[in-house]
């Protein structure tokens, strides 16, 4: 089993990402670590709470960054995407236990030194946790085992703004500290998330195979795919951005990726644009091309 961590800003599909790594005998979910992005921190612990209860997974859950590193998060959060509360609006019971004690940044790092060589870390947030970690101590560079980031656009065009995708636009900052620490890292992002669908005809298969835990997740996942329908009409379906990462993780061979030199803008109009950049050595792998029908059936296999 792979030693995973899942670093969260659970929205909607952070929640089928936490669902389907739980789901999946080839990880250990060793902690879900938290950040502000689709919602603020302290809503994003509850809903990873949350969400883990259902799915009786006693991970612990650690909160961390409530904001970019260059102070206060650019613009709102995206409610009309994932709802007021994060998870579609549907109603749920406080969780029964609470997040860990400590900062999510520290947590990385005990986790990192306690298993060298080990770890993965599925980011599928802004990397404010992982900047926080690597710059208290830049060492575990050389340890994490693979980071796998859902983030960035590099040869398409942003979902945020015409240049950027929204977990690197969230804190451009950190994303140029993650690409600069020289890690193990695999970039995710809407060059092949994109490709995926999750078509909405399934979500009726979750809720009868599964009148509780199905149903919750349908039910969130039906507010996406109308976010979803307003955007993209007749698209009949959702991306499945941040479950693509967790199934990298379990087999890379899912995507098809190129290892290249990537720069994050941090100021002017295309702040948070993912550049590819011909000269310097490659920081990053990039996915590149998607098998989405193998993909999405094992997402499927797994997930309710």
């Not at 909607?12 to 921190?41: K, M, Q, W």
């Not at 259902?54 to 959060?77: H, M, Q, S, T």
């Not at 977990?167 to 970039?187: F, M, Y």
């Not at 979803?228 to 379990?250: N, Q, T």
């Amino acid at each position: 089993m792979i030693p995973v961590i899942l670093d969260v800003d659970t929205g909607i599909d952070d929640a089928l990402a936490i669902a389907y790594a739980v789901r999946s005998p080839e990880l250990e979910l060793i902690g879900v670590t938290t950040c502000f992005g689709n919602i603020p921190v302290e809503e994003a612990t509850r809903n990873s709470l949350a969400v883990l209860e259902r799915l009786r997974c006693d991970a612990p859950v650690i909160a961390g960054a409530d904001r970019p590193l260059g102070g206060p998060k650019r613009g709102g959060y995206p409610r009309h995407i994932h709802g007021d509360n994060g998870l579609g609006n549907v109603r749920f019971a406080a969780p029964a236990r609470r997040a860990q004690d400590g900062h999510a940044a520290d947590f990385i790092i005990e986790q990192v030194r306690k298993r060298p060589g080990q770890v993965t870390l599925i980011a599928v947030g802004p990397l404010t946790n992982l900047a926080i970690a690597l710059r208290k101590d830049p060492e575990i560079a050389a340890g994490i085992g693979r980071v796998v980031v859902m983030g960035g656009a590099v040869r398409v065009p942003g979902n945020v703004t015409p240049h950027a995708e929204a977990n690197i636009h969230s804190d451009p900052e950190a994303a140029a500290i993650v690409l600069d620490a020289r890690l193990p890292l695999t970039l995710v992002g809407l060059d092949v998330t994109m490709k995926t669908l999750l078509p909405a005809s399934r979500l009726q298969v979750w809720r009868e195979k599964d009148p509780e835990v199905g149903a919750f997740f349908a039910d969130m996942t039906a507010f996406y795919i109308d976010a979803y329908e307003r955007a993209f009409p007749g698209i009949g379906g959702c991306a499945l951005h941040d479950p693509l990462a967790v199934g990298v993780a379990i087999d890379p061979t899912f995507v098809r990726d190129v290892p290249m030199h990537v720069r994050v803008v941090r100021e002017g109009e295309a702040v948070g644009r993912t550049e590819e950049r011909p000269e310097g050595e490659p920081n990053a792998r990039v996915c590149v091309d998607v098998d989405a029908e193998r993909f999405v059936a094992h997402f499927l296999s797994r997930v309710i």
